[in-house]
């Protein structure tokens, strides 16, 4: 009903009244005052001044019919034309059709305003259908990482009500579904601070703190993880000063941390550097793990991937995203060199001041 409403609120005809009432005034007025000028210098005889004004008067009628008629088709091609297009679009839009585009029929820098607006309707359109296409691909990707940890949940949980299942069964199968409200939590976890990080409802509290000795304090946190792979660490670590959020930073230092124990074989190795330059702090994660394809290492940041499918089941595909976002948020950089069977490494560089 409203599309409708708003058709006919835009559709005119050629000829308007209004239109014509209009320029009908405007040009009497015009021609009277120059009549008035005109014949207030000739001595003309009444009867002629008469018959010029009638004839006059027709003519002013036949100009405005005229120009009412042209403004008529004038304002059909160049208003309502594209006004009806850029309504049909929207309304298009809003039902959920992101493929919609309109037809740019000119160049924007020699268009009107009209072909701005359709210039930042497409794009518009288009960022859309690039959000709906991730939006998409986000709630399958976390609808199938969240029904993976539940099934495992699930099937454990039925076993465990077999009443002559074994002690050690009963202990196996209750440690492997508290693994998975683990994986569980994590991810919720995880969803949640990517989303934060994302719509920027977290700040940076920026405060200067000691890189090195936060980077000391992370690598004690997973002293156990490390340990428990009989992994040697290489430690080259300076004391660098930086103005960052080290809540922000902890993300990302963990992540990479744990990701480098994750993916290197027992007995491997994990070093990990930072240096200062003039400008930045350059922290280096290597590993001596599976290493990665130039495939996966171009799309390691991205949500839910996972470039090993063998070791997914450690993890969500979340970390690296988050890694990035943080880094995004405070100004630095980040890149990986990896190559498979070799290892990967991860170099981090952070402004020393903001």
Same mark, same amino acid.
């Given at each position: 009903m409203s599309e409708g409403f708003n058709k006919r609120k835009i559709g005119r005809s050629l000829f308007s009244l209004r239109r014509y009432i209009i320029f009908f005034l405007l040009i009497a007025f015009v021609v009277t005052v120059c009549f008035l000028l005109f014949f207030n210098f000739l001595d003309i005889r009444e009867e002629d001044v008469h018959n010029a004004a009638i004839l006059t008067f027709g003519n002013v009628l036949l100009l =405005? *019919? +005229?120009? $009412? &008629? *042209?403004?008529? /088709?004038r304002h059909k091609y160049t208003v309502e034309k594209p006004v009806r297009q850029i309504l049909d679009a929207t309304q298009r839009l809003t039902r959920g059709d992101f493929s919609v585009r309109i037809e740019q029929p000119r160049d924007v820098r020699r268009g009107n305003e009209f072909d701005v607006i359709i210039a930042d309707f497409n794009k518009m359109? #288009? !960022?859309? =259908?690039? /959000? #709906? &296409?991730?939006?998409t691909d986000f709630i399958s990707s976390v609808s199938h990482e969240l029904k993976t940890p539940l099934a495992v949940m699930q099937n454990y949980a039925t076993m465990l009500q077999a009443l002559d299942l074994p002690e050690e069964k009963r202990v196996e199968y209750a440690r492997s579904i508290a693994e998975g409200s683990r994986r569980l939590s994590e991810l919720i976890t995880n969803i949640l601070r990517l989303n934060k990080l994302e719509n920027q409802t977290i700040f940076p509290d920026v405060v200067r703190h000691n890189l090195g000795e936060q980077l000391r304090e992370c690598i004690l946190a997973v #002293?156990?993880?490390? !340990? $428990?792979k009989n992994l040697e660490l290489e430690i080259d670590i300076d004391d660098v000063m930086v103005e960052a959020d080290a809540e922000l930073l902890t993300i990302v230092w963990n992540n990479l941390l744990s990701n480098a124990i994750k993916f290197t074989d027992k007995g491997g190795t994990i070093g990990i550097t930072v240096k200062e330059n003039e400008q930045w702090a350059i922290v280096s994660i290597r590993d001596t793990g599976c290493g990665m394809s130039v495939e996966t290492g171009q799309r390691i940041f991205e949500k839910f991937y996972q470039g090993d499918s063998s070791r997914s089941s450690q993890g969500n595909g979340l970390g690296l995203a988050l890694v990035k976002r943080v880094i995004d948020i405070v100004g630095g950089e980040i890149s990986v060199q990896s190559a498979l069977g070799v290892g990967s490494t991860f &170099?981090?560089? +952070?402004?020393?001041?903001?």
């Amino acid at each position: 009903m409203s599309e409708g409403f708003n058709k006919r609120k835009i559709g005119r005809s050629l000829f308007s009244l209004r239109r014509y009432i209009i320029f009908f005034l405007l040009i009497a007025f015009v021609v009277t005052v120059c009549f008035l000028l005109f014949f207030n210098f000739l001595d003309i005889r009444e009867e002629d001044v008469h018959n010029a004004a009638i004839l006059t008067f027709g003519n002013v009628l036949l100009l =405005s *019919f +005229l120009g $009412a &008629t *042209f403004d008529g /088709i004038r304002h059909k091609y160049t208003v309502e034309k594209p006004v009806r297009q850029i309504l049909d679009a929207t309304q298009r839009l809003t039902r959920g059709d992101f493929s919609v585009r309109i037809e740019q029929p000119r160049d924007v820098r020699r268009g009107n305003e009209f072909d701005v607006i359709i210039a930042d309707f497409n794009k518009m359109a #288009e !960022e859309l =259908s690039g /959000i #709906e &296409t991730l939006r998409t691909d986000f709630i399958s990707s976390v609808s199938h990482e969240l029904k993976t940890p539940l099934a495992v949940m699930q099937n454990y949980a039925t076993m465990l009500q077999a009443l002559d299942l074994p002690e050690e069964k009963r202990v196996e199968y209750a440690r492997s579904i508290a693994e998975g409200s683990r994986r569980l939590s994590e991810l919720i976890t995880n969803i949640l601070r990517l989303n934060k990080l994302e719509n920027q409802t977290i700040f940076p509290d920026v405060v200067r703190h000691n890189l090195g000795e936060q980077l000391r304090e992370c690598i004690l946190a997973v #002293e156990d993880l490390w !340990e $428990a792979k009989n992994l040697e660490l290489e430690i080259d670590i300076d004391d660098v000063m930086v103005e960052a959020d080290a809540e922000l930073l902890t993300i990302v230092w963990n992540n990479l941390l744990s990701n480098a124990i994750k993916f290197t074989d027992k007995g491997g190795t994990i070093g990990i550097t930072v240096k200062e330059n003039e400008q930045w702090a350059i922290v280096s994660i290597r590993d001596t793990g599976c290493g990665m394809s130039v495939e996966t290492g171009q799309r390691i940041f991205e949500k839910f991937y996972q470039g090993d499918s063998s070791r997914s089941s450690q993890g969500n595909g979340l970390g690296l995203a988050l890694v990035k976002r943080v880094i995004d948020i405070v100004g630095g950089e980040i890149s990986v060199q990896s190559a498979l069977g070799v290892g990967s490494t991860f &170099t981090v560089r +952070l402004p020393k001041s903001v």
